[in-house]
C-alpha cells in the first residue's frame, strides 16, 4: 500500500481585507470586494469562471445561442478583447455596428445573467494583426505601448468612443461589467499601464475590479491593478523543433508558483523571463488565460485533447486558484479587412504566421459553435464550482509531505488539498500528462491530519488510480445534516428533489465508489444495489455500481431525509445542471443543452432525428415540443424524454461529390522570415500550386442552411475554401479530424453558381514544421472526402 500524508495548518498570514483600491459601486445589492486570498459578491466568498469569446469574430446574429451555451457550461462571466483594428481600421470611421456591436454584446450577456469583462487593451495581442493596433497608428512617428503624447491622444479618443458604448452597463447602473483589463502582456511598462487606467477612467469606463495580465515576471503599479495569471497545455509560440515545452509541462503538476513565464514568451526579450514573482500575500490567485484549447501557427501546429484541457483546470483548482479564466472558450473567424488580412503574420514583423481567417483555437466552442469534449470535461467541474466554488475559494491549498523531485519525476503521486483548518475540504489527484502518460497508481491511500479535527485516512480499502485519471473527492462535506466524511466521487452539483437534498457525484472510471458516512450524522441508509458496512463511527457504502439507478437514500440523525446519486464517469459528462420549466433540475444529453430562463424554455441542439434526454427532478407535467411531441420513459431514478417529430425529417448527414478540378503542383520551397520560423506560403501559390477541388451542394441545403457544417477529410499543408473569388474558411492541416465550415456563413447564390472551390497546398519535403504524430507529412495534396450534418434547434417548453 501507498499511503500519501498531508497537514493542514491554520494559514501562516491573515486574510487582507480593504487594503486595495477595488470598490464597488455606493448602493449595489452584491457588492464585489478582493481580499487577499479570494474575491467576494454579496457578502460570501465568489469563485468566478470566466470564459474568453470575441465578439467581433463571431456573427452578431448567433450571439445569443453561443451565450447561453457558454452559461450551460458553467461560465458566470464572458471575456472578450475589444480588438480597436476591428473598430477602426480606417481613422477616424470608429464601427460599431453589426459584429462590432460591444454594446449589444454586453446587454446581451446582462439579459441572460453573464457578468462582463472588457479587456480594453489599447494591445490585445489576440494573435489579430499588430497586436490590435491600427496601421494608420503605426504610421504616425509614436512610440506605441508607452506614454508617448502623440500616443496617448490616439488612445483617448478611442476610449472615450469605447465608453460612450458601454454607458450605462456599469454596476452602478445595474450592468454586468464586473472587470476591466488594461493593456495585454506588457511586461515592463507599469508607469504606463497606470496612465492608461487613469485614462479609462477620466474616458468614463468603471469596474469594481481593474485587471493585469502578470506573467514572464510582469512588473504592475503597486495595488493598482488585480495581476491575472494563465496556463496552456501547448504552445503555438515556442519553436517548431523545441519539443513540448517545460513551461507547459509544470501545468500537470500541483504547485504554488502562480506564473508562467512561457505565454507570450516570443514577443519580450529572455531577460525579463521568470522575473521576480508579485507578491503572494496580497493578491488571491486569478486566472484570466488557462488554455481552453491552443491555435495553430504555420511552423508549429499542436493538437490538445480533452483530457488535457480538463487535467489542467483541475489542477489549477488544487493550486488555489479562485478564478477560473479560459482562453480561449469559443473559438471564431477573424473578419476580413477592409484593407488588409487581420491575423497576426510575419509581413507586420510579429513572430508567427497564423491562418488568415480561422481562430478556432480548438476551443470547447468551436469556431461556428461546435460542441467539443473539453466543452464536457469543463462543464463537469464548473458544476462543482457553481454549487460549491463558495466554500472552496476560502480554502488553502495544502500541499503534501512528500512532492515530485522536479519536472522529470513521474513516479510520485500529484496530490493536493484544499481545506479548513476544522476539518472539512477537497481532495484532488492529478494523474493525467500530455505527451508522457503518468503510470498507474496502485494501492493508493490518502491520510490527511487537521489542526482542529480528527485526521481523515481514506478510502477503507486502497485504491488504483488509473493512468490519465484526474478527480477531485469531498472531504467532510456537509449535505442536509448528513456529514459525508469521504467520497471516491467527485461532487457535481447539489439539487432540491421533491423536498430532499441531493448530491449528484461522478465516478472516475476505474475506481470503485465509496461513501463514508459520519454515524453520528445517520439514523438509517437504503441502497438496495450496494454493501452497508459499520466501521470506525462511519457507516460505509460501497459496492455500488455507478450510473442513473445509483442511487442512496439516509435519513439523517435530526430526522430530515437526503440522497446521494453517484453516476458512471461518462454519464456524469452529459450532465447539465439549470433552471428550467420553473425548477432548478438535473438535465443528462448527449447533446447541447441551453437554459433560456428570459423565454422559459430549454433548446437541445442536435444532429439525432430524435434526441433524447433525462431531468430530475421532473416537471408535473410533461413539456410540450414544437414539432414533435415528447415520449417519457424511464432512464434510472430519472425521467428520460424522447422527441418524436410529428412528421419525417429530412437526413442531412450523407456524402458530397467531390471534383478534382486541378492537380497539385510542386510544393512551394520554405522560406523563413520572424525569429528563422517558416512562413506560410504567398498567395500567389493558391492559384499555381494548389489541388483543387469543386464541391457541390444539393439544393436543399442551400435553401435553408441554418445549422449545417460541411465536414471535409483532407490532407497536405494548407487547405483554403473560396465561393467565387472571396475567401470563407482556412486551415493549417495537423490531423484534425475533419475541417468545419459553416453553410450558413457562405453566400448562398454565388454558391449556387460556383459551387464550393477547395485549394489544398502540399508541404515540401524537410519544411520546419511541426505538425502532431500521425498527422502525416503534408505531401499529399487532396481532399479526400466530405460531408454534411445539419444540427437541429428543439424548444421545450413547460
Known sequence: MNRHHLRVTSPTTPTLTGHLPFADAPGVPDPIEVTSRYLMRGGRPWFPVSGEFHYS???????????????????????????????????????????????????????????????????????????GLPDWLLAREVTPRTDDP?????????????????????????????????????????????????????????????????????????????????????????????????????????????????????????????????????????TCELGGGMALAYHRRPRVDAADIGALGLTKIGCGSVWQGYYMFHGGTNPAGELTTLQESHATDYPNDMPVLTYDFQAPLGEYGQVRPSYDELRLQHLLLADFGHRIAPMESVLPEEQPSGQADRSTLRWAVRADSDGSGFLFVN???????????????????????????????????????????????????????????????RLDDDGRPLLVLAATDGILPELALDAATVDSVSAPFA???????????????????ALVEVRTADGGRVALLVLDATTARTAYRGRAWGAERLVLSTDSVVFDQEADEVRVHSTAPRPSFAVLPAPRHTPMVAGARLRTGTDGVLTRYTVEPERPLAVRDGALPVTLVRASGTAPVPVTGVLDRASAPEDKYFESAAAEYRIDLPEDLLSDPHGTLLHLHWSGDIARAYVGDTLVADQFHAGQPAWDIALDRLPAETLRTHGLQVRVLPRAAGAPVYVPEGAGDGRQAAVHSAAATTTRTWVIRR
Not at 457504502?541 to 439507478?549: F, I, Y
Request: charged share 25%; proline share 8%.
Open 57 to 131: 469574430r463571431f456573427p452578431a446574429g448567433q450571439w445569443e445561442e453561443e451565450l447561453l451555451k457558454m452559461k450551460a457550461g458553467g461560465i458566470t462571466a464572458v471575456a472578450s478583447y475589444i480588438i480597436w483594428i476591428h473598430h477602426e481600421e480606417t481613422e477616424g470611421r470608429i464601427r460599431f455596428d453589426g459584429d462590432r456591436d460591444v454594446r449589444r454584446f454586453a446587454e446581451l450577456c446582462a439579459r441572460h445573467g453573464l457578468d462582463f469583462i472588457p479587456r480594453v487593451g489599447p494591445w490585445s495581442h489576440a494573435e489579430v494583426r499588430n497586436g
Open 150 to 286: 502623440g500616443y496617448l491622444d490616439a488612445v483617448r479618443t478611442w476610449f472615450e468612443a469605447l465608453a460612450g458604448q458601454l454607458r450605462g452597463l456599469d454596476r452602478a447602473h445595474g450592468g454586468p461589467i464586473v472587470a476591466i483589463q488594461i493593456e495585454n502582456e506588457l511586461y515592463d511598462q507599469p508607469g504606463h499601464l497606470l496612465t492608461l487606467k487613469r485614462m479609462a477612467e477620466e474616458a468614463g469606463l468603471s469596474a469594481p475590479v481593474w485587471t493585469s495580465t502578470a506573467w514572464g515576471g510582469v512588473q504592475l503599479p503597486p495595488d493598482e491593478l488585480l495581476p491575472l495569471y494563465g496556463g496552456y497545455t501547448e504552445t503555438f509560440w515556442t519553436e517548431w523543433d523545441a519539443g513540448w515545452s517545460d513551461t507547459c509541462r509544470k501545468h500537470f503538476f500541483f504547485t504554488h508558483q502562480r506564473d508562467d513565464e512561457g505565454i507570450g514568451a516570443d514577443l519580450r526579450p529572455t531577460t525579463v523571463r521568470g522575473g521576480d514573482p508579485l507578491p503572494t500575500d496580497r493578491f488571491p490567485w486569478a
Open 431 to 493: 494523474n493525467h500528462q500530455p505527451h508522457e502518460p503518468l503510470p498507474e497508481r496502485p494501492g493508493t491511500a490518502f491520510t490527511v491530519e487537521f489542526e482542529g479535527a480528527n485526521a481523515l485516512s481514506l478510502p477503507s480499502t486502497p485504491v488504483t488510480v488509473p493512468t490519465g485519471a484526474y478527480f477531485c473527492w469531498p472531504l467532510r462535506l456537509d449535505i442536509g445534516g448528513l456529514r459525508l466524511d469521504w467520497a471516491t466521487a467527485q461532487p457535481v452539483c
Open 531 to 549: 454493501d452497508i458496512t459499520h466501521v470506525d463511527g462511519r457507516v460505509l457504502v460501497s459496492g455500488l455500481r455507478p450510473g442513473t439507478d
